[in-house]
C-alpha cells in the first residue's frame, strides 16, 4: 500500500513538472539578465517540517460561539462636499481618527483595548459612487505610527500608503482618491513599515465600497447591512486577561484561533429565506480562509453558490462553486440563495489548511466562521443574478495574452531567516525596485512559491491582473474558475505554486509597492517596489506625483485643541482651501485624457518592447526628492 502511494505521488508529480514545463513552453522567458543572476543566486532556507499538531485553544476559551449577532460596520457620511475648481464636479471630504478604544471580547475577562479607524474596527464603512473623488483626513491620535493604503484604487504614490511615507501620533494627512473605477469593494488599511500586522491586528482595516449605475441596474441583492453583507474576517490570539495579543517579534505567521467576521468572534445573522450578496474580505494578519456552507443537521453536504465579484468588482458572469479560497486581502463576492432553508440553520464553515494549499495552524474551532438563521416566513424576493454582469476590460478581454513573454520572474523566499523577493527586502532601499515597467506596457510577471512549508497571497500596488496559469510540482487545482471570471489584485500562492499574472501598467507612472500579504512576512520584509516609468516621446505633458514621499503631501502637526474645537486646519474654510489646493495640482482629473492617449499609444505600438534605458542601474547617489524617479 505504501509502494503504491509513493509510486503514484511520484507520478503526480512527473505529470506536475511536464504540465509546468508546457505551461513555460507557451511564453518566452525575457527577464532582465541582472534578474535571472539574482535568481541564481539565491540560497533559501529549509522550511524543515511546518505541520503542526492540532490545539484546541491558545487564548483563552470562547464560550459563546454563534450567540452574538453580526455587527455591520456604519456607513461614513462625508463632513464636506467641495467642488472640485477644474472638473467642476463634486469631491466628497471625510475625516477619521485613528484612536484607541476597548471591546469587552470576553464577557467574564478584561476588555481587549484596541486602536481603530474613528474608534471602531472595522473602521466605518465608505461608500462612494463612481466618478466622485474624495479626500480623507486620516488623524493619528494613537501611540504609534499609521500609514494608509486604500487597497485596490489607482492612487497617485503619494496617497497609496507608501509603507515609510508614515503619519505620527499628533500629525494627520490629507489622502486623495480617485474612485473612478467600476463598481468595487476596496479596503482601507495601514501599511506602515515594519508594524502593519501589529496596526491591522488592533484594528486598522475597513471597507470602501465603490457603487455605479450599471451594477444598480442588474437587480442583485441590494440593501448596504440589510440584504447586501460586508463580511470582514478576521483571526487572532488573546491573552490570559482578555486583552489581544500583541503580534510584535512574531516574524513567521501569526494565525490566530479565535475567528472574527465584522470584529465579533463566530456570530450569527439572522437572515430571510431569500437571496443575499455577501462580500467577503479577508482581512486576517496571515490565515487563509477555504469557505463553504452547510445545513447544521448536514455538515457533510456542501451547499453550492455564485461568485459575483473578485478584488475588482463584478465578474462577467456568476460562476458556481460549493467552496472558495480566501487569501489574506482577497475579496470574493457571493449570492447565496436562503430561499430553500426557511425555519433551518446554516453554518459557514472552513476547510483546515485549505484543503493541502495552506500551511495553516489550525485550532478545534478554526473550522467554524459563522451562522445563518433563516426565519420561516416566506418572503418577496424580486432580487436576480443575470447571466452575464459585465464587459470583460484589459486585459481579460483577449483570450491569449497580448504579451507572449515573461517579463519578469520573482521568487517569494526565505533566507536567513528573512521574507524576501530575490534575496531582496524592502529595508535594502538601493535594490528594492525590482521592475523597471514603461508606463503602459502589459507584462506578465511569473510569480513563484517553491516552497511546501509556506504559502503567500501577493499583492501588486497600482494595478489589476489576469491570473493566466497556476502550476507546481504538487500543485494541480491551477487558475479557479472564479478567479478566472474577473481581474484580481491579490494571488495566493499555495504549497509550491507558480502563478503567471498579465496587468497593464497604467494609468499613473511612479514607485508603487508589491509585497506578501501576510502581515508578517510584509513587515520582515517580504516587500519590493516597481517603478512605472515616463513614456518619452507621447507628446503629453501631465502633472506629476511619481515620488511617494514627495514632501509637498507628507502629514503635517495639529494641536489637539484645534481639532476639538475645530479651529486651525479644521475649519470648514481651511479645509475648502487645502481640498481646492489638491485640486487645482490635478492628481486625477487628466485620467481620460490620460487612458484614451495610453489606449492608442498601445494600439499603434501593441508590441512594445521594455525600454532599454530601464535596465541601466542609477550612476551614483540620486538626490532625495527625485530619489524614485529614474
Ligand atoms: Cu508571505
Given at each position: 500500500?505504501?509502494?503504491?502511494?509513493?509510486?503514484?505521488?511520484?507520478?503526480?508529480?512527473?505529470?506536475?513538472?511536464?504540465?509546468?514545463?508546457?505551461?513555460?513552453?507557451?511564453?518566452?522567458?525575457?527577464?532582465?539578465?541582472?534578474?535571472?543572476?539574482?535568481?541564481?543566486?539565491?540560497?533559501?532556507?529549509?522550511?524543515?517540517?511546518?505541520?503542526?499538531?492540532?490545539?484546541?485553544?491558545?487564548?483563552?476559551?470562547?464560550?459563546?460561539?454563534?450567540?452574538?449577532?453580526?455587527?455591520?460596520?456604519?456607513?461614513?457620511?462625508?463632513?464636506?462636499?467641495?467642488?472640485?475648481?477644474?472638473?467642476?464636479?463634486?469631491?466628497?471630504?471625510?475625516?477619521?481618527?485613528?484612536?484607541?478604544?476597548?471591546?469587552?471580547?470576553?464577557?467574564?475577562?478584561?476588555?481587549?483595548?484596541?486602536?481603530?479607524?474613528?474608534?471602531?474596527?472595522?473602521?466605518?464603512?465608505?461608500?462612494?459612487?463612481?466618478?466622485?473623488?474624495?479626500?480623507?483626513?486620516?488623524?493619528?491620535?494613537?501611540?504609534?505610527?499609521?500609514?494608509?493604503?486604500?487597497?485596490?484604487?489607482?492612487s497617485r504614490a503619494p496617497f497609496d500608503g507608501w509603507a515609510d511615507d508614515?503619519?505620527?501620533?499628533?500629525?494627520?494627512?490629507?489622502?486623495?482618491?480617485?474612485?473612478?473605477?467600476?463598481?468595487?469593494?476596496?479596503?482601507?488599511?495601514?501599511?506602515?513599515?515594519?508594524?502593519?500586522?501589529?496596526?491591522?491586528?488592533?484594528?486598522?482595516?475597513?471597507?470602501?465600497?465603490?457603487?455605479?449605475?450599471?451594477?444598480?441596474?442588474?437587480?442583485?441583492?441590494?440593501?448596504?447591512?440589510?440584504?447586501?453583507?460586508?463580511?470582514?474576517?478576521?483571526?487572532?490570539?488573546?491573552?490570559?486577561?482578555?486583552?489581544?495579543?500583541?503580534?510584535?517579534?512574531?516574524?513567521?505567521?501569526?494565525?490566530?484561533?479565535?475567528?472574527?467576521?465584522?470584529?465579533?468572534?463566530?456570530?450569527?445573522?439572522?437572515?430571510?429565506?431569500?437571496?443575499?450578496?455577501?462580500?467577503?474580505?479577508?482581512?486576517?494578519?496571515?490565515?487563509?480562509?477555504?469557505?463553504?456552507f452547510v445545513k447544521s443537521s448536514a455538515q457533510n453536504t456542501r451547499i453550492?453558490?455564485?461568485?459575483?465579484?473578485?478584488?475588482?468588482?463584478?465578474?462577467?458572469?456568476?460562476?458556481?462553486?460549493?467552496?472558495?479560497?480566501?487569501?489574506?486581502?482577497?475579496?470574493?463576492?457571493?449570492?447565496?440563495?436562503?430561499?430553500?432553508?426557511?425555519?433551518?440553520?446554516?453554518?459557514?464553515?472552513?476547510?483546515?489548511?485549505?484543503?493541502?494549499?495552506?500551511?495553516?495552524?489550525?485550532?478545534?474551532?478554526?473550522?467554524?466562521?459563522?451562522?445563518?438563521?433563516?426565519?420561516?416566513?416566506?418572503?418577496?424576493?424580486?432580487?436576480?443574478?443575470?447571466?452575464?454582469?459585465?464587459?470583460?476590460?484589459?486585459?481579460?478581454?483577449?483570450?491569449?495574452?497580448?504579451?507572449?513573454?515573461?517579463?519578469?520572474?520573482?521568487?517569494?523566499?526565505?533566507?536567513?531567516?528573512?521574507?524576501?523577493?530575490?534575496?531582496?527586502?524592502?529595508?535594502?532601499?538601493?535594490?528594492?525596485?525590482?521592475?523597471?515597467?514603461?508606463?503602459?506596457?502589459?507584462?506578465?510577471?511569473?510569480?513563484?512559491?517553491?516552497?511546501?512549508?509556506?504559502?503567500?497571497?501577493?499583492?501588486?500596488?497600482?494595478?489589476?491582473?489576469?491570473?493566466?496559469?497556476?502550476?507546481?510540482?504538487?500543485s494541480t487545482r491551477g487558475v479557479m474558475p472564479y478567479e478566472a471570471a474577473?481581474?484580481?489584485?491579490?494571488?495566493?500562492?499555495?504549497?509550491?505554486?507558480?502563478?503567471?499574472?498579465?496587468?497593464?501598467?497604467?494609468?499613473?507612472?511612479?514607485?508603487?509597492?508589491?509585497?506578501?500579504?501576510?502581515?508578517?512576512?510584509?513587515?520582515?520584509?517580504?516587500?519590493?517596489?516597481?517603478?512605472?516609468?515616463?513614456?518619452?516621446?507621447?507628446?503629453?505633458?501631465?502633472?506629476?506625483?511619481?515620488?511617494?514621499?514627495?514632501?509637498?503631501?507628507?502629514?503635517?502637526?495639529?494641536?489637539?485643541?484645534?481639532?476639538?474645537?475645530?479651529?486651525?486646519?479644521?475649519?470648514?474654510?481651511?479645509?475648502?482651501?487645502?481640498?481646492?489646493?489638491?485640486?487645482?495640482?490635478?492628481?486625477?482629473?487628466?485620467?481620460?485624457?490620460?487612458?484614451?492617449?495610453?489606449?492608442?499609444?498601445?494600439?499603434?505600438?501593441?508590441?512594445?518592447?521594455?525600454?532599454?534605458?530601464?535596465?541601466?542601474?542609477?550612476?551614483?547617489?540620486?538626490?532625495?526628492?527625485?530619489?524614485?524617479?529614474?
Amino acid at each position: 500500500m505504501l509502494f503504491k502511494l509513493t509510486h503514484l505521488s511520484l507520478g503526480l508529480m512527473i505529470l506536475n513538472r511536464s504540465y509546468a514545463q508546457s505551461v513555460r513552453d507557451k511564453y518566452t522567458v525575457q527577464i532582465p539578465e541582472s534578474e535571472r543572476l539574482a535568481l541564481e543566486g539565491i540560497v533559501e532556507d529549509d522550511p524543515g517540517d511546518q505541520m503542526s499538531i492540532m490545539k484546541d485553544w491558545e487564548s483563552p476559551e470562547y464560550p459563546l460561539i454563534y450567540r452574538n449577532p453580526l455587527p455591520i460596520p456604519p456607513v461614513l457620511e462625508p463632513k464636506l462636499k467641495i467642488t472640485n475648481p477644474v472638473t467642476g464636479k463634486e469631491i466628497w471630504y471625510y475625516e477619521m481618527e485613528i484612536k484607541p478604544f476597548t471591546q469587552a471580547v470576553y464577557p467574564t475577562l478584561r476588555p481587549a483595548r484596541l486602536v481603530g479607524y474613528n474608534g471602531i474596527s472595522p473602521g466605518p464603512t465608505v461608500m462612494v459612487p463612481r466618478g466622485t473623488e474624495s479626500v480623507i483626513r486620516f488623524i493619528n491620535n494613537a501611540d504609534k505610527e499609521n500609514s494608509v493604503h486604500l487597497h485596490g484604487s489607482p492612487s497617485r504614490a503619494p496617497f497609496d500608503g507608501w509603507a515609510d511615507d508614515l503619519t505620527f501620533p499628533g500629525e494627520y494627512k490629507d489622502y486623495y482618491f480617485p474612485n473612478n473605477q467600476a463598481a468595487r469593494f476596496l479596503w482601507y488599511h495601514d501599511h506602515a513599515v515594519h508594524i502593519t500586522a501589529e496596526n491591522a491586528n488592533f484594528g486598522q482595516a475597513g471597507a470602501y465600497l465603490i457603487t455605479d449605475s450599471a451594477e444598480d441596474a442588474l437587480g442583485l441583492p441590494s440593501g448596504y447591512g440589510e440584504f447586501d453583507i460586508p463580511l470582514v474576517l478576521a483571526s487572532k490570539y488573546y491573552n490570559e486577561d482578555g486583552t489581544l495579543q500583541s503580534v510584535l517579534g512574531e516574524e513567521q505567521s501569526s494565525w490566530g484561533d479565535v475567528i472574527h467576521v465584522n470584529g465579533q468572534p463566530w456570530p450569527f445573522l439572522n437572515v430571510q429565506p431569500r437571496k443575499y450578496r455577501l462580500r467577503f474580505l479577508n482581512a486576517a494578519l496571515s490565515r487563509n480562509f477555504a469557505l463553504y456552507f452547510v445545513k447544521s443537521s448536514a455538515q457533510n453536504t456542501r451547499i453550492p453558490f455564485q461568485v459575483i465579484a473578485t478584488d475588482a468588482g463584478l465578474t462577467t458572469h456568476p460562476v458556481q462553486t460549493s467552496d472558495l479560497y480566501v487569501s489574506v486581502a482577497e475579496r470574493y463576492e457571493i449570492v447565496f440563495d436562503f430561499s430553500g432553508f426557511a425555519g433551518q440553520t446554516l453554518e459557514l464553515k472552513n476547510f483546515p489548511q485549505a484543503n493541502g494549499i495552506g500551511t495553516d495552524d489550525d485550532y478545534e474551532h478554526t473550522d467554524k466562521v459563522m451562522r445563518f438563521v433563516v426565519s420561516s416566513d416566506p418572503v418577496q424576493d424580486d432580487s436576480r443574478v443575470p447571466e452575464v454582469l459585465r464587459a470583460p476590460t484589459a486585459p481579460l478581454e483577449t483570450n491569449s495574452p497580448a504579451s507572449t513573454g515573461i517579463d519578469h520572474h520573482f521568487r517569494f523566499h526565505r533566507h536567513n531567516s528573512e521574507w524576501r523577493i530575490n534575496d531582496v527586502g524592502f529595508a535594502d532601499e538601493k535594490n528594492r525596485i525590482l521592475a523597471k515597467v514603461p508606463r503602459g506596457k502589459i507584462e506578465i510577471w511569473e510569480l513563484e512559491n517553491g516552497s511546501g512549508g509556506w504559502t503567500h497571497p501577493i499583492h501588486v500596488h497600482l494595478v489589476d491582473f489576469k491570473v493566466l496559469e497556476r502550476y507546481g510540482s504538487e500543485s494541480t487545482r491551477g487558475v479557479m474558475p472564479y478567479e478566472a471570471a474577473g481581474l484580481k489584485d491579490v494571488v495566493w500562492l499555495g504549497r509550491h505554486e507558480t502563478v503567471l499574472v498579465e496587468a497593464h501598467y497604467a494609468p499613473w507612472d511612479g514607485v508603487y509597492m508589491f509585497h506578501c500579504h501576510n502581515l508578517i512576512h510584509e513587515d520582515h520584509d517580504m516587500m519590493a517596489a516597481f517603478n512605472v516609468t515616463q513614456l518619452s516621446n507621447w507628446g503629453y505633458n501631465e502633472t506629476d506625483f511619481s515620488d511617494p514621499e514627495d514632501p509637498r503631501f507628507s502629514a503635517r502637526p495639529y494641536n489637539r485643541a484645534d481639532l476639538t474645537g475645530r479651529a486651525g486646519p479644521f475649519t470648514e474654510q481651511a479645509i475648502e482651501e487645502t481640498v481646492r489646493d489638491l485640486a487645482l495640482l490635478q492628481p486625477y482629473s487628466q485620467l481620460e485624457e490620460v487612458e484614451e492617449l495610453l489606449e492608442e499609444a498601445w494600439r499603434e505600438n501593441p508590441n512594445q518592447k521594455r525600454d532599454e534605458r530601464c535596465e541601466q542601474p542609477a550612476a551614483g547617489p540620486i538626490p532625495r526628492y527625485r530619489r524614485f524617479v529614474v
